[in-house]
Structure formats: C-alpha cells, structure tokens
C-alpha cells in the first residue's frame, strides 16, 4: 500500500474510533437491557528481511487490518441471538471485504446444580485449541501473529467458522470444570483454502463437505490450569473446471490439537500440539493418491509486567510433512520444490502496551527459519529465501 | 536487506535465538517461586432483593461470573455487575471470594463476546452505583464491601 492509502486509511481509522464508542452507548439508549454492541479495529505493519507476509512486507506493508462489529440480544433468559460482521485485509490473502463471522442462535436450555447444557445453531465459530474462536481480536491473542503451526493464516477459512450446529455443556466439579463442544458443519471456505491444498486458484470448485468437531476443555481453579483436546475432521471436495489438472477427487482433512495452559498471576505458560492428515483421493497425476500428516507445535511464556505491559517470547514449529521434515523428499520430488517450504521455526519475542483498556499496541520481531506458512498466493515458492526476520506493529481498539 | 542481516550477525551470542528455550525455562522456575502479597478486604456478595437464592458454592459463583451461568435455578435472567478491571474491590473479590485473577474473568468474557455465545457483564464505577443497580434489577448479582452493607439488597452466602 502506497503512503496515501495509507493516510486515507489511517484517517478512516480514526473517524471510526470517533464514531463507534456513541454507537455502543446508542446500545442503553434503546434501554434495553438485553441488547450488547462490541467491536475491535485494529491496524498492523509489517516489514520482513525478505519474503512476502499480509502484503508486499520486504518494503513494509500496511496491509494488515481487521475490523468487526458484533451484536447480541437475549430474546428469553435461555435464548440468544448474535452475529459479527468482520472486515480482514492480510495483503493478496484477505482483501477486507464484509463478511459474517458468526450469526447464530444459542439455546442455553438445560441447567442443573453443577452444570448445564445448550445447542448452537447457525455459523458457529469452530472451537480449535485456546486461541481459534477469537482469533481475529488483537486483545484476545498473545502476539500479532498467532503461532502458524496450529492458527494457519494461509488457510485460515477452514478453521474460521462454519454453517452447522454445536451441542455444550459444563460440568462444574470440586476437581475442575469440564467444557464440551461437539458438532457438524460445513467450514465457509475460500480460495485461500485451494492455493493451500492444490496450489493455485483454479476455475473448478474446492467446496467443503460436513465436517465433525469436537472440543474437550478441563479447567482447574477456574483457568489456571486449562488442558483441551480438539478433533476436526471432514473432506473437501474438487469440482475442476475444463482446463484444470486435477480430476473429481476428495481431500481428506482431520485436525487434532492437544493444548495445555497454566496461569499464576503474572505468568502465562502455554503449549499446543498439532497433526493434521491430508489425504488426497482421485485427485489425478498431479496429487497422487496419498496420506501425509502435517505436525507442528509451539511453547510460549507471557509475563505481565507492571499492570499495563506484557513481554511474551514463543518457539513455533511446522512441518507440513512429518515424514519428510526437513523437505528434502519434496526437493527430489517432480516439481522441485526447495526443502525449506516444508517447515518453518519462528522465534517470536513481543511487548504490548494497554495503553487504556480500550486502546492496545504491540510490537514483535520473528526470527524464521523456513517458509512452511507462506502462501503461494503472496510469494513464488521457487524465490522464496529461507532465513528471515519480520517486525510487526500493531495498534487496536476495541469497544 | 544485506545490511539487516548483517545487524542480526553482529547480536552477541548470549542473546541468540539458540539460548531462548534456557531463558524461557529460567524464567518459568521463578514465576513458580512467585507468590504476590494479598491486600485483604472483606467482601460480600449481593443479589436483587427479591431472589430466591441466598446460598451459592464457590463453583457456581464462579460459572455466573465468567458469564456462563445464565440463569437462576428458578429460571430467571441472571445480571451480573462488577466493578472495573482494576478496581481494588474487583481485585479483591475476583481472588479471595472466586479463587482466581481478574484476567482470567477478562478472558472469559472476551472469549464468550467476541464468539456470539454470550455476554459480558455491565460495569459500575461505585459501591453506591452498585447497590443502586442490583436494587432495581431483577436477577441482578454483584458485590459489596461488608462495610458498605445495606438493607435494600439481599446477602448471597458462600457455601
């Protein structure tokens, strides 16, 4: 994005920041109780040493910014109705047009002494690991970048939400809390989603099929140790169109996370681990019938400091095939791809600033070793330079 | 783009990548040696006047305020009212009377917010603004310094 866009942006920015809080309060001009308005806009900036990341980064791009506007209104005690509206720019990936994150119905309709039940229906956020539901709001996330072995941003529409339903419920013990989510839906994919699993846009179709989710989270002394595990798991289907190199087949996704998260007072460890098994089926010569198995995990340590400042540092591993970690199967392979765009190490250290409760900068440097969660849409594999660093800023608000 | 290289090169080992997983370890050992200092305050619970409820276990109160807990065993609305993040009393009653740190209340209203599967709680700024709003909402909870006692409110008991 050139200086004036950016301007003309910032300028937006601002005016917005002006006009949305008014609207939050127009909320309890409605004197309704059951009414809530919130919403977050946040605008990054990012430069690498080389590569391209949310936009044209190895001369600094401005092309980073999400915006969202949420509503929720308690129709009955049990009963809520709620969607967000979500605008996301992440350079040639994401191109900020409107979108409905979620737009749903939660019947909250059994409850007990220690715990309840409830059924969600709709496009329903997908419950992956601890961070996925709100992956978007910049004060709900760790860093700028939320770790890419577990929160892909290349094929982040797969994971995002999907059009389906999803049972809850709670079990309140003296040993814990126990929080389960299962259920079906079709994941709202985008063409991110066929650059990621067959490397290019092409003029057919990859749709995605019903998926299954599942979400177990344990929580002691009220989140200060959480443990979750996660399962999705469903296929995605290619219509191709006349010209296309691939034949009518099926990819085969199934996601498993393991998460674990303790939190003292100013302390915050967290872990995840990742593997995901792509299998492709009558998709042609080109992707032979096969299974592979993505892996990838992180470590990450906040500590807060003062009231209003937080240092994080995280290592995050990807590996894109856990048999053929360090790429040199895929190298050899036909096409030649070099080794180093089948995993990526990133070393992230960041600071934030909660300047007030509403209002929130962070800064992070990345070290990286690889390029696995590049995407093929913002870079030329075959150029693409193994070792890089990126610097990211990032400034939010939120309401 | 050379001379950057040439800048993370001349970074002197000790602050190297390599030596992160030492430094993470280092500091994780000493948050387990860190226990913060407790400011006490005696606090106390307090619903609408007209609830049917005057005792609650520790797990539930916890449910109600992480806002996933939506309604009273009789079936009626619950509204939950807290002082600011950083508001002593919200400190104070966040540790001592739910067992856990605001953030991990911010957090669980944030997560259930921005998810569309709930609500966050409404915020008063006063002990008097807080009496005032559970006297005239029903299914409202919320709480009080035990010196700010009052007779219009009803006292919630934890089990």
């Known amino acids: 994005m050139n200086r004036y866009r950016f301007w003309k942006w910032s300028r937006r920015l601002v005016l917005l920041s002006w006009l949305l809080p008014p609207l939050a309060t127009a909320a309890s001009l409605f004197a309704d109780e059951n009414l809530q308005i919130h919403g977050f806009l946040s605008q990054g900036y990012t430069h690498t040493s080389a590569n391209n990341w949310f936009g044209d980064s190895s001369n600094g791009s401005w092309d980073f910014r999400e915006l969202g506007l949420n509503a929720s209104y308690r129709l009955t005690p049990q009963l809520q109705i709620s969607g967000q509206l979500l605008s996301l720019t992440a350079g040639e990936m994401q191109d900020g047009s409107l979108s409905l994150d979620y737009g749903l119905l939660d019947y909250h309709f059994a409850n007990f002494d220690n715990g309840s039940i409830g059924l969600r229906i709709g496009r329903v956020k997908t419950p992956i690991g601890l961070y996925n539901e709100t992956r978007d709001v910049a004060f709900t996330r760790p860093t700028n970048f939320l770790p890419q072995s577990i929160y892909f941003d290349k094929v982040r529409n797969l994971e995002?939400?999907?059009?389906?339903?999803?049972?809850?419920?709670?079990?309140?013990?003296?040993?814990?809390?126990?929080?389960?989510?299962?259920?079906?839906?079709?994941?709202?994919?985008?063409?991110?989603?066929?650059?990621?699993?067959?490397?290019?846009?092409?003029?057919?179709?990859?749709s995605a099929d019903l998926f299954f989710f599942g979400r177990v989270i344990y929580e002691l002394d009220g989140g200060r140790i959480r443990l979750s595990a996660t399962i999705a798991d469903g296929d995605l289907d290619f219509e191709p169109g006349p010209t296309d190199p691939f034949s009518n087949g099926t990819t085969g996704i199934q996601l498993r996370v393991l998460s674990f998260q303790y939190n003292a007072e100013s302390w915050h460890f967290?872990?995840?681990?990742?593997?995901?098994?792509?299998?492709?089926?009558?998709?042609?010569?080109?992707?032979?019938?096969?299974?592979?198995?993505?892996?990838?995990?992180?470590?990450?340590?906040?500590?807060?400091?003062?009231?209003?400042?937080?240092?994080?540092?995280?290592?995050?591993?990807?590996?894109?095939?856990?048999?053929?970690?360090?790429?040199?199967?895929?190298?050899?392979?036909?096409?030649?791809?070099?080794?180093?765009?089948?995993?990526?190490?990133?070393?992230?250290?960041?600071?934030?600033?909660?300047?007030?409760?509403?209002?929130?900068?962070?800064?992070?440097?990345?070290?990286?070793?690889?390029?696995?969660?590049?995407?093929?849409?913002?870079n030329n594999l075959f150029q693409t330079e193994r070792h890089w660093q990126m610097f990211s800023l990032l400034a939010s608000y939120r309401f | 783009m050379e001379k950057r290289q040439d800048r993370t090169a001349a970074i002197p080992d000790w602050v190297s990548p390599r030596c992160l997983p030492m430094v993470l370890i280092l500091l994780l050992?000493?948050?387990?040696?860190?226990?913060?200092?407790?400011?006490?305050?005696?606090?106390?619970?307090?619903?609408?006047?007209?609830?049917?409820?005057?005792?609650?276990?520790?797990?539930?109160?916890?449910?109600?305020?992480?806002?996933?807990?939506?309604?009273?065993?009789?079936?009626?609305?619950?509204?939950?009212?807290v002082f600011p993040d950083k508001h002593k009393l919200h400190k104070a009653f966040a540790k001592q009377l739910l067992g856990i740190f605001p953030h991990q209340l911010r957090r669980a209203w944030d997560r259930k917010v921005f998810s569309g599967t709930g609500q966050a709680p409404d915020t008063v700024q006063s002990e008097a603004e807080m009496i005032e709003m559970i006297k005239k909402t029903p299914g409202a909870v919320g709480y009080i310094s035990e010196d700010n006692r009052d007779e219009s409110v009803q006292i919630l008991e934890m089990e």
Do not use: C
């Open chain 1, 160 to 206: 995002l939400s999907n059009d389906g339903f999803e049972i809850y419920g709670d079990l309140l013990t003296d040993w814990g809390d126990l929080l389960l989510q299962g259920g079906m839906g079709k994941p709202v994919t985008d063409e991110n989603v066929e650059y990621a699993y067959l490397g290019n846009d092409w003029q057919g179709e990859l």
């Open chain 1, 270 to 378: 967290t872990t995840e681990y990742m593997q995901e098994d792509v299998i492709s089926r009558d998709l042609g010569a080109l992707q032979p019938d096969g299974d592979n198995t993505a892996e990838g995990y992180y470590l990450q340590l906040v500590h807060d400091l003062f009231s209003d400042w937080e240092i994080i540092a995280r290592y995050d591993v990807s590996y894109l095939n856990r048999d053929d970690r360090d790429g040199t199967k895929q190298e050899a392979g036909p096409f030649g791809i070099p080794a180093h765009n089948m995993f990526a190490k990133d070393w992230t250290l960041g600071l934030r600033w909660d300047i007030t409760p509403a209002f929130m900068v962070r800064g992070e440097y990345h070290w990286v070793d690889g390029t696995a969660w590049l995407s093929s849409r913002e």
């Open chain 2, 29 to 81: 050992a000493f948050s387990l040696l860190f226990f913060p200092s407790r400011q006490a305050f005696a606090l106390q619970l307090i619903t609408h006047p007209d609830a049917d409820i005057t005792e609650i276990s520790r797990n539930t109160a916890r449910a109600v305020f992480s806002m996933r807990r939506q309604v009273w065993p009789d079936g009626a609305a619950i509204r939950v009212f």
